[in-house]
């Protein structure tokens, strides 16, 4: 999107310096979980009946007589059946490439803020747990217009949607059974940090 179509306050997101350094984030203590989120997922699952490849919307009047509470993390809009509309959506789409070298950019993710280059970042696995091997496997991220057949990731808060969304957070502050969380159930942006907090207050809250 255009500069002057998003919302003020982007902004604060954007770190500006004028020194030398490499970290997008001015936190004290950076890392993912030992072993990626996939291991602290499954703790988190341990003794918890899981299904897959399950769409919740085929399945929901036999899921929601199991449970007390659902904890809805899909788009808040669908969940409604977009009764007042489409919220708007970016997606993204990845290319990955396995490459005959050791070490393609020394780093997990370089973001790339040109216009004329048509990717947002390239991550390169490995430098997450400083995997080792003769060969690198990159992805490169590309911003993708968002369709109801594409995965939603982020949230467009302008006015606008802001506005819709709204409408739907009155529904769903009237459900006893349901809690929206996330970024689509909250259609709100979250850093994984932020999620994990809000989380937390999510459990005392309920």
Same mark, same amino acid.
């Given at each position: ?18 020194? $030398? ?7 004290? $203590? ?20 899981? #299904?897959?490849?399950?769409? $919740? ?20 809009? #669908? ?24 070490? $393609? ?54 006015? #606008? ?46």
């Amino acid at each position: 999107m255009k500069a002057t179509e998003l919302p003020a306050f982007i902004i604060k997101r954007l770190p500006v310096r004028f020194t $030398y350094d490499n970290n997008y984030f001015n936190d004290k $203590y950076q890392g993912i979980p030992i072993g990626g989120y996939t291991k602290i997922i499954e703790k988190m699952l341990n003794g918890i009946d899981v #299904k897959l490849n399950c769409d $919740y919307f085929n399945c929901k009047e036999d899921l929601d007589k199991l449970a007390d509470k659902i904890v809805f993390t899909g788009p808040i809009d #669908k969940y409604y059946n977009y009764c007042y509309g489409e919220l708007e959506y970016r997606s993204v789409r990845f290319e990955t490439e396995i490459l005959d070298i050791e070490n $393609y950019q020394g780093n997990a993710v370089v973001n790339y803020t040109e216009y004329e280059v048509p990717y947002t970042r390239i991550i390169e696995h490995k430098h997450f747990e400083f995997g080792t091997g003769p060969k690198t496997v990159i992805s490169k991220e590309y911003s993708d217009k968002w369709t109801l057949d594409k995965e939603p990731y982020y949230p467009i808060n302008n006015e #606008k949607n802001n506005n819709l969304y709204s409408k739907y957070k009155n529904l769903a502050d009237k459900e006893e059974n349901v809690i929206f969380g996330g970024r689509l159930g909250q259609y709100k942006y979250y850093d994984m940090d932020k999620v994990i907090e809000e989380a937390l207050k999510c459990v005392n809250r309920n």
